[in-house]
């Protein structure tokens, strides 16, 4: 395979310049027409090299291939090599006679220095080419026959589509075929120039994308002397060192590169794939750079794609370090390769190259380029192809045959940033990446100059989240390149901007604003461009010099900058735009109020602003925030104090929306907000201002002011102006002047100011605040002065001055002959802050007895209700700290006063302790009532003299009073209490019988954690909505009985035991009949079966029966064993319900007027909603009272049942009082055993018989109805009879069910047989008397009970061969038939004619479980819908029984049709193959017949029907396709009204 090779000669002394060429042809394209340019890219066609392609082609062949370095390397379809420079002329044409045997030349590369190319050929040759002397330097020969079966070459006929030289060496290259095999070449030059191969990859490793070596870069680094070599594959990277051994270094399958799968998941491999190495660049060091371990280069990094996965892999040498951190230079480092980024493109990627370091330019398969920037992990879509497109090389296709896509390494290539591309076969064309200048001289030639300004403000603070060239990348805040990017950019956006508004504003020039989003956009990036540029001095001068030529564009501006004002990224503005704005916005409220946070914003120092024209603009427009804002900056915090009160006084205190103020002859009204809540009012303003200032804030930021000084002093003359020092009180009568700030405070809202000393005194800066108090006379000497400043008794804290001011104006106004200097609401309030102050903040401070009767006068004599809860809170503060000497002298004061708690106390103290307990019920706020208990807990708990026996004489002398307030609470408190006993309370509370039924049942029923959460009386509804009132005894009238399904009989033994009486339950369930009848029932529930025994059964039937509560009696009954007299109680109840239902049916008014009236109208008449809950209401209760029938019965069958089989005792009907009635009948046990069964069919007999006449009484009302009844009539006796067949349905269900072959004591066949008998003779009679129409037979009347029940009685025929199979047959016996029989016949279906005569014998063995026949023909159909596997069972055992063969069984399978009313069904038997079914159109013959015959029709109403029956009606349209749908025939023949077409099945 290796061949001969030229030995090199000397280089030529003609040896061009390639990088002058370069230089000249290329680096000067710019000047050229531009042919396709977007706003990253520019592609510009090589006019002179196109131009020159043709001519090439035609000399030397069409280009195949395609390498660009300093000259331009084509390969030809016809094997040559053609080496040119960039105008086209020929440099070189390497080929020979013998080189046309290579085939078209598939792949080139240039060496390092360019003076060598490495050539693949279609045939698998590989040449190196010294193309300057135009020798070969190596031919790479492919395997022959003739070769060892070892040797390593190329297979003969694959292209070779991959070839590049490893590292600078001339002498050692790789090349790749599109067979998959990866050879390394390495030609050695000695006495014999020989050429050793090496495989790297061969096609088991999957199909070749791309093989590349890693080139050298300006920085040396270790690896360049590792000559590796990056293969991809479809399944794997696989990265080798070439240099000193082949040696893998690296690999990565497929699988492990995407996200873990799951096992057994295929993986989907990609057809496209692409590798491209960085090589390691060194850059320069900033001066500044003091990190000695900062790199001065970037390593090594590879880029490869699998499909639309990009993945970056890093190099990091790992450097074995010595013990004190440098690194050893006698061991080479490790080489280490790290997963730095992975990026999904939006296709698949079928072309990467890296442009420069950190940006990876890449295009997908739809030929879309994209810039990768990996650092920042941001992805910018640069252009498409150049103008012609692309043509890609399908190697991969050509030689395995998977569609693939085509490789571009061929036609495309990267060098020195630019990006060369061959389109078709005559266009050259180069790309390359715009510089941030071009890209902004790009868009000022468009004329987009606010676009141009957003990209350079985006370009100064590297953020603008798209590839950018030729500016510094910063790497971290404040460094070298980060100014130089700044400075770089920063004087071209300024000349940016300053270009923008001259062609905006120019009056010469062509283009002129005229809408005012362009006005607004230009001024809003050039507030931003200032802002990145940390100065505004553009914004102040040149932009608002040009938009102030017209007011208009003024109001602009001023809107613009309005944003960046509020947001504090402008604060301070210069006087000539503040009072523009000023003038601008004072002239609507909208504008005003914008104003005013305008305002409140800005920093305003004294001297940069107009302080007297801010200030009158603040008045005039009444913004009050901002003026006390100016005021405070100006270091005046006493001046807006007095002229906010001013204005406040002046102004009505509702919150109108709008307030109107006359300023000559304009009327300005001042905004309010949105919510309607206007914060620039001054009564609100003032308090804020104050809360701020005197806690050393400023206002209305709520920042510290600073220094401390300057806060301190500020707070201490605000507090000074509104609290002054008691001691400048000159005269009496001199409290107006000398508390006018105050008082105008207080007259403004007694409310907030207390508030707003709440939070100012919480403040820890207060702590700080010394006031010092000036003597009362000036006349002393000034060393007097400052000999009395010393004196501690001057200095105050601000705490001590507000509650001695508060105290000085209280006590001034309480004594005020006239009353106008404070209201008694406003007394109150203040008194009551000032000691709650005093009490908390100086609880050891002692107050004399004068100030303590001061206090105490103004506390207890006050008459205002509003604050009576805040002045005891405050008395009984000032009570506890500073005992009186006496407290029997405040009893009656207080009493009046209504201080209750301090009564409590007073009491306590003298030890009257019942008289304590008697405070909290006299309390006028009710919630303090339930306060009692925990104090008589507390009390009887107590080692105190007499406490206990106070505690139970109140207890008992107002038991009424507390079960009124809380009978849970009382009854747990006199179970707490020892000397307390339940039975004195509740004699005590005989008097009262509502009260007593309250404490016992809160004593014998307590609700669950009711005793220890206490949620308030129960007794009853409490009618009043007043808390405070005591709640209404009166309970709530009897509900509706409703009987559930009993319990199981059997005593619990887990249940807990009784620890009452059993008078004390006996009595409660006498009051719970009168007072809550419809607790009766659980409370006996809950208590049946505790011991001992809390009522005695008879007494229980006894007063239910007085009081009629009848579902108590009903449970006392069965709990007797009087299950007859249970059954007729709630039968009686059921007749007088549907009596109520008959008087709640409509009357029949189809004779008169009004019917005549109704007909006349569009639509007839329905049953209201109001007469339909009505109806619906009594049939819920006539049902529920069946349900308890049944539970009747079912209970006398567990009872009755389990004692006749231990034996002989009571039975039914007699009661428990005559147990020997019908002892004769009963000597044996099983005459006792007949004698149950005999009575329990009594019962399920007279249910049966009560419930089929009362859907026989309502059928016969429903027939009798004329033709011309009214509608809702109608309606409502069908509503009656659907819910009377509901309960039938629910009676048989419980009695076929009840009838278990494990039990003999109900004879179905007896209970139905007497049933049918009487029925008979019912129907018979009434088929007689009454003549009915045709149609108008009802759906279910008696004659289809009979036949119903009929079936029953068939079935039991077989009864004696199937007791035979119960142990058998479980889940499948007689009764589960029946049920499905049941359910069948809700369905619709009806049982075929003999069935109901069917024979006995092996019934079963012949025919199916059951047999459900046609509504037309009446042939058997029946439609087993068990399960498969339990069908086979039954098949099985039944067949192992009879030793017979299997039965039929049918198999459904059901075909809808959503918008239709009826469904396909085909049924599978025994003899009918499921294939023959579905081919049933194209057989015929016997097997299509029968396939026929086994269809069934099911309508939505219920019924069914044969096909062939339904084929049968022609003229209903069903033999037509595009016929409507068929009706039913069973209900065809009845009226409209009444049918069942469309009904919900």
Same mark, same amino acid.
């Given at each position: 395979?290796?061949?001969?090779?030229?030995?090199?000669?000397?280089?030529?002394?003609?040896?061009?310049?390639?990088?002058?060429?370069?230089?000249?042809?290329?680096?000067?394209?710019?000047?050229?027409?531009?042919?396709?340019?977007?706003?990253?890219?520019?592609?510009?066609?090589?006019?002179?090299?196109?131009?020159?392609?043709?001519?090439?082609?035609?000399?030397?062949?069409?280009?195949?291939?395609?390498?660009?370095?300093?000259?331009?390397?084509?390969?030809?379809?016809?094997?040559?090599?053609?080496?040119?420079?960039?105008?086209?002329?020929?440099?070189?044409?390497?080929?020979?006679?013998?080189?046309?045997?290579?085939?078209?030349?598939?792949?080139?590369?240039?060496?390092?220095?360019?003076?060598?190319?490495?050539?693949?050929?279609?045939?698998?040759?590989?040449?190196?080419?010294?193309?300057?002397?135009?020798?070969?330097?190596?031919?790479?020969?492919?395997?022959?026959?003739?070769?060892?079966?070892?040797?390593?070459?190329?297979?003969?006929?694959?292209?070779?589509?991959?070839?590049?030289?490893?590292?600078?060496?001339?002498?050692?290259?790789?090349?790749?075929?599109?067979?998959?095999?990866?050879?390394?070449?390495?030609?050695?030059?000695?006495?014999?120039?020989?050429?050793?191969?090496?495989?790297?990859?061969?096609?088991?490793?999957?199909?070749?994308?791309?093989?590349?070596?890693?080139?050298?870069?300006?920085?040396?680094?270790?690896?360049?002397?590792?000559?590796?070599?990056?293969?991809?594959?479809?399944?794997?990277?696989?990265?080798?060192?070439?240099?000193?051994?082949?040696?893998?270094?690296?690999?990565?399958?497929?699988?492990?590169?995407?996200?873990?799968?799951?096992?057994?998941?295929?993986?989907?491999?990609?057809?496209?794939?692409?590798?491209?190495?960085?090589?390691?660049?060194?850059?320069?060091?900033?001066?500044?750079?003091?990190?000695?371990?900062?790199?001065?280069?970037?390593?090594?990094?590879?880029?490869?794609?699998?499909?639309?996965?990009?993945?970056?892999?890093?190099?990091?040498?790992?450097?074995?370090?010595?013990?004190?951190?440098?690194?050893?230079?006698?061991?080479?480092?490790?080489?280490?390769?790290?997963?730095?980024?992975?990026?999904?493109?939006?296709?698949?990627?079928?072309?990467?190259?890296?442009?420069?370091?950190?940006?990876?330019?890449?295009?997908?398969?739809?030929?879309?380029?994209?810039?990768?920037?990996?650092?920042?992990?941001?992805?910018?879509?640069?252009?498409?192809?150049?103008?012609?497109?692309?043509?890609?090389?399908?190697?991969?296709?050509?030689?395995?045959?998977?569609?693939?896509?085509?490789?571009?390494?061929?036609?495309?290539?990267?060098?020195?940033?630019?990006?060369?591309?061959?389109?078709?076969?005559?266009?050259?064309?180069?790309?390359?990446?715009?510089?941030?200048?071009?890209?902004?001289?790009?868009?000022?030639?468009?004329?987009?100059?606010?676009?141009?300004?957003?990209?350079?403000?985006?370009?100064?603070?590297?953020?603008?989240?798209?590839?950018?060239?030729?500016?510094?990348?910063?790497?971290?805040?404040?460094?070298?390149?980060?100014?130089?990017?700044?400075?770089?950019?920063?004087?071209?956006?300024?000349?940016?901007?300053?270009?923008?508004?001259?062609?905006?504003?120019?009056?010469?020039?062509?283009?002129?604003?005229?809408?005012?989003?362009?006005?607004?956009?230009?001024?809003?990036?050039?507030?931003?461009?200032?802002?990145?540029?940390?100065?505004?001095?553009?914004?102040?001068?040149?932009?608002?010099?040009?938009?102030?030529?017209?007011?208009?564009?003024?109001?602009?501006?001023?809107?613009?900058?309005?944003?960046?004002?509020?947001?504090?990224?402008?604060?301070?503005?210069?006087?000539?735009?503040?009072?523009?704005?000023?003038?601008?916005?004072?002239?609507?409220?909208?504008?005003?109020?914008?104003?005013?946070?305008?305002?409140?914003?800005?920093?305003?120092?004294?001297?940069?602003?107009?302080?007297?024209?801010?200030?009158?603009?603040?008045?005039?427009?009444?913004?009050?925030?901002?003026?006390?804002?100016?005021?405070?900056?100006?270091?005046?915090?006493?001046?807006?104090?007095?002229?906010?009160?001013?204005?406040?006084?002046?102004?009505?205190?509702?919150?109108?929306?709008?307030?109107?103020?006359?300023?000559?002859?304009?009327?300005?009204?001042?905004?309010?907000?949105?919510?309607?809540?206007?914060?620039?009012?001054?009564?609100?303003?003032?308090?804020?201002?104050?809360?701020?200032?005197?806690?050393?804030?400023?206002?209305?930021?709520?920042?510290?002011?600073?220094?401390?000084?300057?806060?301190?002093?500020?707070?201490?003359?605000?507090?000074?102006?509104?609290?002054?020092?008691?001691?400048?009180?000159?005269?009496?009568?001199?409290?107006?002047?000398?508390?006018?700030?105050?008082?105008?405070?207080?007259?403004?809202?007694?409310?907030?100011?207390?508030?707003?000393?709440?939070?100012?005194?919480?403040?820890?800066?207060?702590?700080?605040?010394?006031?010092?108090?000036?003597?009362?006379?000036?006349?002393?000497?000034?060393?007097?002065?400052?000999?009395?400043?010393?004196?501690?008794?001057?200095?105050?804290?601000?705490?001590?001055?507000?509650?001695?001011?508060?105290?000085?104006?209280?006590?001034?106004?309480?004594?005020?002959?006239?009353?106008?200097?404070?209201?008694?609401?406003?007394?109150?309030?203040?008194?009551?802050?000032?000691?709650?102050?005093?009490?908390?903040?100086?609880?050891?401070?002692?107050?004399?007895?004068?100030?303590?009767?001061?206090?105490?006068?103004?506390?207890?004599?006050?008459?205002?209700?509003?604050?009576?809860?805040?002045?005891?809170?405050?008395?009984?503060?000032?009570?506890?700290?500073?005992?009186?000497?006496?407290?029997?002298?405040?009893?009656?004061?207080?009493?009046?006063?209504?201080?209750?708690?301090?009564?409590?106390?007073?009491?306590?103290?003298?030890?009257?302790?019942?008289?304590?307990?008697?405070?909290?019920?006299?309390?006028?706020?009710?919630?303090?009532?339930?306060?009692?208990?925990?104090?008589?807990?507390?009390?009887?708990?107590?080692?105190?003299?007499?406490?206990?026996?106070?505690?139970?004489?109140?207890?008992?002398?107002?038991?009424?009073?507390?079960?009124?307030?809380?009978?849970?609470?009382?009854?747990?408190?006199?179970?707490?209490?020892?000397?307390?006993?339940?039975?004195?309370?509740?004699?005590?509370?005989?008097?009262?019988?509502?009260?007593?039924?309250?404490?016992?049942?809160?004593?014998?029923?307590?609700?669950?954690?009711?005793?220890?959460?206490?949620?308030?009386?129960?007794?009853?509804?409490?009618?009043?909505?007043?808390?405070?009132?005591?709640?209404?005894?009166?309970?709530?009238?009897?509900?509706?009985?409703?009987?559930?399904?009993?319990?199981?009989?059997?005593?619990?033994?887990?249940?807990?035991?009784?620890?009452?009486?059993?008078?004390?339950?006996?009595?409660?369930?006498?009051?719970? $009949?009168?007072?809550?009848?419809?607790?009766? &029932?659980?409370? #006996?529930? *809950?208590? %049946? @079966? +505790?011991? =001992?025994?809390?009522?005695?059964?008879?007494?229980?039937?006894?007063?239910?029966?007085?009081?009629?509560?009848?579902?108590?009696?009903?449970?006392?009954?069965?709990?007797?064993?009087?299950?007859?007299?249970?059954?007729?109680?709630?039968?009686?109840?059921?007749?007088?319900?549907?009596?109520?239902?008959?008087?709640?049916?409509?009357?029949?008014?189809?004779?008169?007027?009004?019917?005549?009236?109704?007909?006349?109208?569009?639509?007839?008449?329905?049953?209201?909603?109001?007469?339909?809950?009505?109806?619906?209401?009594?049939?819920?209760?006539?049902?529920?009272?069946?349900?308890? $029938?049944?539970?009747?019965?079912?209970?006398? &069958?567990?009872? #009755?049942? *389990?004692? %006749? @089989? +231990?034996? =002989?005792?009571?039975?039914?009907?007699?009661?428990?009082?005559?147990?020997?009635?019908?002892?004769?009948?009963?000597?044996?046990?099983?005459?006792?055993?007949?004698?149950?069964?005999?009575?329990?069919?009594?019962?399920?007999?007279?249910?049966?018989?009560?419930?089929?006449?009362?859907?026989?009484?309502?059928?016969?009302?429903?027939?009798?109805?004329?033709?011309?009844?009214?509608?809702?009539?109608?309606?409502?006796?069908?509503?009656?009879?659907?819910?009377?067949?509901?309960?039938?349905?629910?009676?048989?269900?419980?009695?076929?069910?009840?009838?278990?072959?494990?039990?003999?004591?109900?004879?179905?066949?007896?209970?139905?047989?007497?049933?049918?008998?009487?029925?008979?003779?019912?129907?018979?009679?009434?088929?007689?008397?009454?003549?009915?129409?045709?149609?108008?037979?009802?759906?279910?009347?008696?004659?289809?009970?009979?036949?119903?029940?009929?079936?029953?009685?068939?079935?039991?025929?077989?009864?004696?061969?199937?007791?035979?199979?119960?142990?058998?047959?479980?889940?499948?016996?007689?009764?589960?038939?029946?049920?499905?029989?049941?359910?069948?016949?809700?369905?619709?279906?009806?049982?075929?004619?003999?069935?109901?005569?069917?024979?006995?014998?092996?019934?079963?063995?012949?025919?199916?479980?059951?047999?459900?026949?046609?509504?037309?023909?009446?042939?058997?159909?029946?439609?087993?819908?068990?399960?498969?596997?339990?069908?086979?069972?039954?098949?099985?055992?039944?067949?192992?029984?009879?030793?017979?063969?299997?039965?039929?069984?049918?198999?459904?399978?059901?075909?809808?049709?959503?918008?239709?009313?009826?469904?396909?069904?085909?049924?599978?038997?025994?003899?009918?193959?499921?294939?023959?079914?579905?081919?049933?159109?194209?057989?015929?013959?016997?097997?299509?017949?029968?396939?026929?015959?086994?269809?069934?029709?099911?309508?939505?109403?219920?019924?069914?029907?044969?096909?062939?029956?339904?084929?049968?009606?022609?003229?209903?349209?069903?033999?037509?396709?595009?016929?409507?749908?068929?009706?039913?025939?069973?209900?065809?023949?009845?009226?409209?009204?009444?049918?069942?077409?469309?009904?919900?099945?």
């Amino acid at each position: 395979m290796d061949s001969d090779t030229v030995p090199s000669t000397p280089r030529s002394t003609q040896e061009p310049t390639p990088e002058t060429e370069y230089e000249s042809r290329i680096a000067n394209l710019d000047s050229t027409p531009t042919q396709f340019t977007t706003e990253y890219f520019s592609w510009r066609q090589l006019a002179d090299m196109s131009g020159r392609l043709p001519e090439l082609a035609e000399q030397f062949g069409a280009v195949t291939a395609l390498c660009l370095g300093d000259y331009v390397a084509l390969g030809t379809d016809t094997g040559l090599v053609v080496v040119t420079d960039y105008l086209g002329r020929t440099k070189a044409a390497l080929g020979s006679p013998a080189t046309a045997a290579y085939g078209p030349v598939s792949t080139l590369a240039f060496s390092t220095d360019h003076l060598a190319l490495v050539a693949g050929y279609a045939q698998g040759f590989v040449v190196v080419w010294d193309w300057v002397k135009g020798t070969t330097v190596s031919v790479s020969r492919p395997l022959q026959d003739s070769d060892k079966p070892d040797a390593a070459g190329h297979p003969a006929g694959t292209a070779i589509t991959f070839a590049a030289f490893v590292g600078a060496s001339k002498h050692r290259y790789i090349s790749g075929s599109s067979g998959g095999h990866v050879l390394y070449h390495h030609i050695i030059r000695r006495l014999l120039t020989t050429m050793n191969t090496s495989q790297l990859a061969g096609p088991d490793s999957g199909i070749l994308f791309e093989a590349a070596a890693l080139p050298y870069g300006s920085h040396k680094c270790t690896t360049d002397d590792m000559g590796l070599v990056a293969i991809l594959t479809d399944t794997s990277l696989t990265i080798v060192k070439t240099r000193h051994g082949v040696e893998q270094q690296y690999r990565a399958s497929y699988q492990t590169s995407t996200k873990p799968v799951q096992k057994r998941t295929v993986i989907k491999r990609p057809y496209a794939g692409c590798v491209s190495w960085l090589p390691a660049l060194g850059y320069r060091r900033p001066a500044t750079a003091t990190d000695p371990a900062e790199p001065d280069y970037t390593p090594p990094k590879l880029a490869y794609s699998w499909g639309a996965s990009i993945h970056i892999l890093a190099i990091q040498l790992d450097y074995n370090v010595s013990g004190n951190g440098t690194p050893m230079g006698s061991v080479p480092p490790r080489v280490q390769f790290e997963r730095e980024a992975e990026w999904t493109a939006v296709g698949d990627v079928v072309f990467c190259r890296w442009i420069e370091a950190g940006t990876l330019l890449y295009m997908t398969q739809s030929q879309r380029m994209f810039v990768l920037e990996t650092a920042l992990a941001q992805e910018t879509e640069i252009c498409a192809s150049p103008p012609g497109s692309i043509a890609g090389r399908p190697w991969v296709t050509l030689a395995t045959g998977v569609e693939a896509e085509p490789s571009y390494a061929q036609v495309m290539s990267v060098y020195k940033r630019r990006v060369f591309a061959l389109c078709g076969a005559a266009s050259l064309y180069i790309g390359r990446l715009l510089s941030w200048t071009e890209r902004l001289e790009l868009l000022v030639e468009r004329g987009q100059f606010i676009d141009a300004i957003t990209l350079a403000t985006g370009f100064y603070q590297e953020r603008t989240g798209q590839v950018v060239v030729g500016l510094p990348r910063s790497r971290r805040p404040g460094d070298a390149n980060q100014k130089k990017r700044q400075a770089l950019v920063g004087s071209r956006l300024a000349g940016l901007m300053r270009s923008a508004l001259k062609r905006m504003f120019d009056a010469d020039h062509d283009h002129r604003p005229n809408t005012e989003p362009e006005l607004h956009a230009l001024a809003s990036i050039c507030v931003q461009a200032c802002l990145a540029l940390g100065s505004l001095q553009i914004l102040f001068s040149d932009v608002f010099e040009c938009y102030s030529t017209d007011s208009a564009h003024q109001f602009v501006f001023l809107e613009t900058i309005e944003p960046f004002i509020l947001s504090g990224d402008i604060t301070h503005l210069p006087p000539q735009i503040l009072n523009a704005m000023v003038d601008s916005y004072g002239t609507t409220p909208p504008l005003i109020r914008r104003l005013g946070g305008i305002l409140m914003c800005l920093n305003l120092q004294h001297g940069e602003f107009d302080v007297d024209r801010v200030l009158s603009s603040c008045r005039k427009h009444r913004l009050w925030r901002t003026f006390a804002r100016v005021w405070l900056s100006m270091g005046d915090p006493i001046a807006p104090i007095t002229s906010i009160i001013a204005a406040a006084s002046q102004t009505n205190h509702s919150r109108d929306s709008s307030i109107g103020q006359t300023v000559g002859e304009l009327t300005i009204e001042h905004p309010v907000g949105d919510d309607g809540f206007d914060d620039e009012a001054p009564d609100v303003v003032i308090f804020d201002y104050l809360d701020m200032v005197i806690r050393g804030r400023y206002y209305p930021e709520n920042q510290p002011i600073q220094p401390q000084s300057r806060a301190e002093k500020y707070s201490t003359l605000v507090a000074q102006l509104v609290f002054p020092p008691i001691e400048t009180l000159q005269a009496q009568g001199s409290e107006q002047q000398t508390f006018a700030t105050l008082l105008a405070l207080l007259g403004l809202g007694t409310e907030r100011l207390l508030d707003m000393l709440k939070h100012v005194l919480s403040d820890p800066f207060i702590g700080y605040i010394n006031i010092i108090v000036k003597p009362p006379s000036t006349t002393q000497s000034t060393q007097d002065s400052d000999r009395a400043l010393r004196r501690p008794s001057q200095v105050k804290s601000l705490m001590q001055i507000v509650v001695d001011t508060l105290h000085t104006l209280t006590m001034a106004a309480y004594t005020d002959p006239a009353g106008q200097m404070l209201s008694a609401r406003q007394i109150g309030q203040l008194t009551s802050f000032a000691l709650t102050l005093y009490a908390t903040r100086f609880p050891l401070i002692y107050l004399t007895d004068e100030t303590m009767a001061e206090w105490s006068d103004v506390l207890l004599r006050l008459d205002d209700v509003a604050t009576r809860a805040e002045r005891e809170c405050a008395f009984e503060l000032l009570f506890k700290l500073n005992p009186p000497r006496s407290y029997g002298d405040y009893i009656d004061r207080v009493r009046s006063a209504g201080f209750f708690r301090v009564l409590e106390h007073i009491y306590y103290t003298l030890e009257q302790y019942e008289n304590a307990l008697r405070t909290f019920l006299d309390h006028p706020d009710f919630t303090q009532h339930r306060m009692v208990f925990p104090a008589m807990k507390e009390l009887g708990a107590s080692k105190r003299p007499n406490a206990l026996e106070c505690t139970a004489s109140f207890a008992l002398n107002s038991a009424t009073e507390l079960v009124e307030v809380d009978a849970d609470s009382f009854v747990e408190t006199v179970a707490a209490i020892a000397s307390l006993d339940h039975g004195k309370i509740i004699d005590t509370l005989s008097t009262r019988p509502q009260l007593q039924f309250a404490y016992m049942r809160s004593l014998l029923d307590p609700a669950p954690d009711a005793l220890s959460q206490s949620p308030g009386p129960r007794i009853g509804p409490v009618l009043s909505t007043d808390e405070r009132s005591p709640p209404n005894i009166g309970l709530s009238e009897e509900q509706h009985m409703v009987v559930y399904p009993l319990k199981s009989l059997v005593p619990d033994d887990s249940q807990p035991t009784n620890r009452f009486s059993q008078a004390y339950h006996e009595r409660y369930l006498e009051l719970m $009949c009168q007072y809550s009848p419809s607790g009766v &029932l659980p409370y #006996l529930k *809950k208590h %049946a @079966d +505790l011991s =001992p025994e809390p009522f005695r059964l008879t007494y229980v039937q006894s007063v239910c029966g007085k009081h009629g509560v009848s579902d108590g009696l009903v449970w006392a009954l069965v709990r007797l064993g009087d299950f007859s007299g249970a059954l007729q109680t709630l039968l009686q109840q059921t007749d007088q319900e549907i009596e109520s239902i008959k008087a709640a049916v409509p009357d029949d008014r189809a004779g008169s007027t009004f019917a005549q009236d109704i007909a006349a109208e569009p639509g007839p008449p329905a049953l209201t909603e109001a007469d339909r809950e009505r109806l619906t209401d009594h049939l819920d209760i006539a049902a529920h009272n069946i349900d308890g $029938c049944v539970g009747v019965c079912r209970a006398a &069958l567990a009872k #009755l049942g *389990k004692d %006749a @089989d +231990l034996q =002989p005792g009571n039975y039914l009907g007699q009661g428990a009082s005559s147990p020997t009635a019908n002892g004769a009948a009963a000597r044996s046990q099983s005459d006792y055993r007949s004698l149950v069964s005999a009575q329990l069919c009594d019962l399920w007999l007279a249910l049966l018989r009560r419930t089929l006449g009362y859907l026989h009484t309502t059928n016969r009302t429903l027939d009798a109805l004329p033709p011309g009844a009214a509608t809702e009539t109608r309606e409502a006796w069908q509503l009656v009879s659907k819910r009377q067949r509901w309960m039938l349905q629910s009676v048989l269900d419980a009695l076929i069910f009840a009838a278990s072959p494990a039990s003999s004591f109900i004879s179905l066949r007896a209970i139905i047989q007497q049933l049918i008998t009487t029925s008979s003779t019912a129907a018979a009679t009434e088929n007689n008397n009454n003549t009915r129409q045709s149609g108008a037979a009802r759906s279910l009347d008696i004659t289809e009970i009979q036949h119903l029940l009929a079936v029953a009685v068939s079935a039991y025929k077989t009864e004696a061969q199937l007791m035979a199979l119960t142990n058998v047959l479980v889940d499948y016996d007689l009764f589960t038939t029946f049920a499905q029989l049941v359910r069948s016949q809700k369905q619709g279906w009806r049982v075929a004619p003999d069935s109901a005569q069917g024979a006995g014998g092996h019934a079963l063995a012949s025919r199916d479980v059951g047999d459900l026949c046609c509504a037309k023909c009446h042939s058997p159909l029946f439609v087993d819908r068990r399960q498969e596997h339990a069908m086979a069972e039954l098949r099985r055992q039944t067949t192992q029984y009879y030793e017979s063969s299997a039965l039929r069984v049918l198999d459904l399978h059901v075909f809808e049709d959503r918008d239709a009313q009826w469904q396909w069904m085909k049924l599978r038997t025994d003899s009918t193959a499921y294939d023959r079914l579905l081919g049933q159109n194209t057989h015929a013959g016997a097997g299509a017949a029968a396939a026929a015959d086994a269809q069934v029709v099911l309508f939505k109403c219920g019924h069914g029907f044969h096909r062939h029956c339904v084929d049968g009606l022609a003229a209903k349209g069903l033999a037509a396709a595009d016929a409507p749908l068929p009706e039913c025939a069973q209900c065809a023949d009845a009226p409209a009204s009444v049918r069942c077409i469309g009904a919900i099945g």
